[in-house]
């Protein structure tokens, strides 16, 4: 999956039906969203346990590279924060938003 559909459904408000339709079975507190090998607006990410992984910027897991993004409740946050700054905003511009954000001031 990559990060523009998450944020997506966090847009439409749709963050549970995500996690229960994808199968994600971890705690909404302990996921940790993970970019494969770069954080990038076409990111494939990955969902892990934080209490399962190292606390770490990058991890490497079965051979692949992971960078770490945030937890969901912060980007959930983040992504929330945005709309209300601008309720018209596009999923596009909402995820350059945020990983300008994530770059500079998390």
């Not at 770490?68 to 995820?95: G, K, R």
């Amino acid at each position: 999956m990559k990060l523009t559909d998450l944020i997506e459904k966090i847009q439409q408000g749709k963050t549970e039906q995500f996690l229960i339709t994808n199968s994600i079975d971890i705690e909404y507190d302990l996921i940790d969203i993970y970019a494969k090998e770069k954080l990038g607006i076409d990111s494939e990410i990955k969902f892990f346990n934080a209490e399962e992984i190292p606390n770490e910027g990058v991890i490497n897991v079965d051979g692949i590279e992971y960078e770490n993004v945030c937890p969901l409740n912060m980007l959930e946050d983040l992504v929330n924060d945005f709309i209300i700054q601008d309720s018209q905003i596009d999923t596009f511009e909402l995820t350059n938003q945020v990983l300008s954000y994530l770059e500079k001031d998390a």
